[in-house]
C-alpha cells in the first residue's frame, strides 16, 4: 500500500509560481514511479507530467513544457512539481500519482495510487 499526501496548492495571481509537494509512504515507495495529474471544473483529469523513479527521465505535457518541472528527493520520499508563469488555465485541483510500472503507463493515466489532490487558483 502506498500512501500519497500533496500540499502547497493555493491561489496566486498569473505569472506567478507555486511549488507542489507529494510525500509518499509505503513500502518501496523509491521504487515507484510518480506523476502529476489535473482536473479542472466540468473537465476530465489530463496528464501533466512523470518522473522516473530514479528521477533519471521525465515527461510534460506541452500544455506546461518549458514552464513546470518534476523533482524527486528519494531520501524524503517526495516529489515535487514546480509550476512558473502559471496561467489561470493551470487552474484545477492537482493529483500525484505513483506506479510501479513504467512512465509510460503513467502517462497513459493507468495509475495504481492516487493522492486526495489539491487546488490550484490562478487569478488574472
Known amino acids: 500500500q502506498v500512501l500519497l499526501v500533496e500540499s502547497g496548492g493555493g491561489l496566486v495571481q498569473a505569472g506567478g509560481s507555486l511549488r507542489l509537494s507529494c510525500a509518499a509512504s509505503?513500502?518501496?515507495?523509491?521504487?515507484?514511479?510518480m506523476g502529476w495529474f489535473r482536473q479542472a471544473p466540468g473537465k476530465e483529469r489530463e496528464f501533466v507530467g512523470a518522473?522516473?523513479?530514479?528521477?533519471?527521465?521525465?515527461y510534460y505535457a506541452d500544455s506546461v513544457k518549458g514552464r513546470f518541472t518534476i523533482t524527486r528527493d528519494n531520501a524524503k520520499s517526495t516529489v515535487y512539481l514546480q509550476m512558473n508563469s502559471l496561467k489561470p488555465e493551470d487552474t484545477a485541483v492537482y493529483y500525484c500519482?505513483?506506479?510501479?510500472?513504467?512512465?509510460?503507463?503513467?502517462?497513459?493515466?493507468?495509475?495504481?495510487?492516487w493522492g486526495q489532490g489539491t487546488q490550484v487558483t490562478v487569478s488574472l
Open positions: 509505503g513500502r518501496t515507495v523509491n521504487l515507484y514511479n
Open positions: 518522473i522516473s523513479w530514479t528521477g533519471g527521465s521525465t
Open positions: 500519482a505513483a506506479d510501479p510500472r513504467s512512465t509510460s503507463t503513467i502517462i497513459a493515466g493507468s495509475v495504481e495510487y
